[in-house]
């Protein structure tokens, strides 16, 4: 193995405890069958505040839905994906972590929050993002053109019609809604169950961290149900949790995610209010040089995570 920053393993090893922890299979069920029970509950609450406003429960979001049925899906998604994702990981972690003992591990340990990251180190994860995009983009114009199944091809042209009605912004409540709904649930959520619980137990059964990283990023990619997208979201998992594993911190890849699907909301909102000539709800052709200057910049911030976690 090569002797520098990104691939000497043995600098950062995988931060488990030599304390007992539960068994690497137990904590994975629970946290599927909290994710289905609590967005059961997320579902129920959604139907009875419907119910109570009289809306109704089958409104599916187009592109020219109405501000009123756009508000009805945020609610919708907020609920669900708090539940789901924000409620579901922190019981998970608090029932397993929770440190009642002295040879128990407590919940902040686990999850590394204790330590405020460095604003350097919140500077180049959020650069780590930024230079990713075209990769991102060309990764996306690949995996379109994959063969996929029909079934596939209609949930992915459903969910992107869902999407374009929710991106339609009328005013800065609905922009602050969506930053909270697209952004900052999914960045807390999100990190919580597939970094904070999937890989910190994957890298407990697996020996090498770049194999725990890249399974927990296409469970991460999976999760989502968009097969049309599932290698950019495969690309971006991977440096979300590169970027828990190497800082030790989980406030890192939450900043991280939150400027990601963050400047894509607020993007949208600047073109359809004239401020800006890139429309992100269409597909954006990247050229493959453009793309090799990415997954080079890519490297390049890598490496000064990787020196700066050495201080």
């Avoid at 999100?190 to 619980?197: A, C, K, S, T």
Wanted: with cysteine; hydrophobic share 50%.
């Amino acid at each position: 193995m090569q002797d520098n920053d990104l691939l000497n393993e043995q600098d950062f090893p995988p931060s488990t405890p030599s304390l007992p922890e539960p068994r690497v299979r137990l904590v994975l069920l629970a946290q599927i069958g909290l994710m289905i029970f609590c967005s059961g509950i997320g579902v129920l609450l959604y139907y009875f505040i419907c119910t109570l406003a009289g809306w109704d429960v089958s409104t599916a979001l187009s592109a020219d839905s109405p501000m009123a049925e756009r508000w009805q899906v945020r609610l919708q998604l907020g609920l669900t994906h708090m539940f789901g994702f924000l409620v579901a990981g922190s019981v998970t972690v608090w029932v397993f972590y929770r440190g009642i003992t002295q040879s128990a591990m407590s919940w902040p340990d686990y999850l590394q929050t204790r330590r405020w990251p460095r604003w350097t180190e919140l500077f180049l994860g959020v650069l780590l993002m930024g230079v990713s995009l075209p990769l991102v983009l060309y990764s996306l114009s690949i995996n379109q053109q994959l063969p996929l199944p029909e079934l596939f091809k209609e949930a992915s042209a459903q969910a992107e019609e869902a999407l374009k009605g929710l991106l339609h912004m009328d005013n800065g409540a609905e922009l602050l809604a969506n930053i909270v709904i697209i952004a900052l649930l999914p960045a807390l959520g999100e990190e919580l169950v597939f970094r904070g619980v999937i890989q910190q137990q994957l890298m407990r059964r697996i020996a090498n961290p770049w194999v725990a990283i890249l399974v927990s990023a296409l469970v991460f990619s999976a999760a989502h149900f968009q097969f049309e997208g599932f290698l950019p979201r495969v690309l971006l998992g991977f440096l979300l949790g590169w970027l828990y594993w190497r800082t030790r911190n989980f406030w890192v890849p939450v900043v991280g995610h939150f400027f990601n699907n963050g400047i894509q909301v607020f993007g949208q909102y600047l073109y359809g209010k004239e401020m800006s000539a890139i429309d992100l709800e269409k597909d954006i052709q990247v050229p493959w040089e453009f793309a090799a200057i990415s997954a080079f910049m890519i490297w390049a911030v890598m490496r000064l995570i990787g020196q700066l976690s050495k201080n």
